[in-house]
Nanobody
Framework: QVQLVESGGGLVQAGESLTLSCRIS????????AGWYQQPPENPRFVAAI??????DYGYFVKGRFTISRDNAENTVYLQLNNLQPEDTGVYYC????????????????WGQGTQVTVSS
């Protein structure tokens, strides 16, 4: 059974940084596409995704502030969050999924438990 465990969230002030981690087990990580979604009070929104080959895609609101990466030896996907703003507040979920063309589609049944990021102004 595939399991995703996120960590690294916390409370920070505007302009500060955090690094989120997602360890994925129960599958062949090296051939897994993975991504991150943010759950603010409204509907979840796409943050970033990385393919098994290292191709990346980002949500429109990221604007160069976040970086997704992966370490196949550690079965882990990372999300570096820089210059955080209050609107970045929410629960960040890790997912597995599939790139079709340049678009990432999450697997609806494979989400982690989430990690809370809170940014104060």
């Amino acid at each position: 059974q595939v399991q995703l465990v996120e960590s690294g969230g916390g409370l920070v002030q505007a302009g500060e940084s955090l690094t989120l981690s997602c360890r994925i087990s129960g599958n062949n990580f090296a051939i897994t596409d993975a991504g991150w979604y943010q759950q603010p009070p409204e509907n979840p929104r796409f943050v970033a995704a990385i393919s098994k080959g290292g191709r990346t895609d980002y949500g429109y609101f990221v604007k160069g502030r976040f970086t997704i990466s992966r370490d196949n030896a550690e079965n882990t996907v990372y999300l570096q969050l820089n210059n955080l703003q209050p609107e970045d507040t929410g629960v960040y979920y890790c997912t597995t999924g599939t790139f079709i063309g340049t678009t990432y589609y999450p697997n609806s049944s494979r989400w982690g438990q989430g990690t809370q990021v809170t940014v104060s102004s």
